[in-house]
């Protein structure tokens, strides 16, 4: 059964640090690409950060580089999100996302999402 569970979200000050985790369990980061997007109210999710599998290339909405780093930690299967020099607006629900890319996490394209966890940026 897959499963994404995040956390680590919460309020901060701009300027301020926040380091998301997302619990993995299901499958093994060798067969999904992970990420991490973010959705504030009327807008579509967008992507923050993304991973191959199993660690190595990385990616990150123009946004957001600079101020963020993915990271995996493949021996208590989770993904981290670090995100320093907030801003107001990175406030929004981030979610923790698998790619399946391969067996045994399913069928190839298929995507796997958290419940997501509020990151509010305010003075």
């Known amino acids: 059964q897959v499963q994404l569970v995040e956390s680590g979200g919460g309020l901060v000050q701009p300027g301020g640090s926040l380091r998301l985790s997302c619990a993995a369990s299901?499958?093994?980061?060798?067969?999904?690409?992970m990420s991490w997007y973010r959705q504030t109210p009327g807008n579509k999710r967008e992507l923050v950060a993304a991973?191959?599998?199993?660690?190595?290339?990385?990616n990150y909405a123009d946004s957001m580089k600079g101020r963020s780093s993915i990271s995996v930690d493949d021996a208590k299967n989770t993904v981290y999100l670090q995100m320093n020099s907030l801003k107001p607006e990175d406030t929004a629900v981030y979610y923790c996302?698998?790619?399946?890319?391969?067996?045994?996490?399913?069928?190839?394209?298929?995507?796997?999402w958290g419940q997501g966890t509020q990151v509010t940026v305010s003075a």
């Open positions: 996302n698998a790619l399946c890319l391969a067996r045994p996490c399913g069928q190839p394209g298929m995507n796997y």
């Open positions: 299901g499958f093994t980061f060798r067969s999904v690409r």
């Open positions: 991973i191959a599998s199993g660690g190595g290339s990385t």
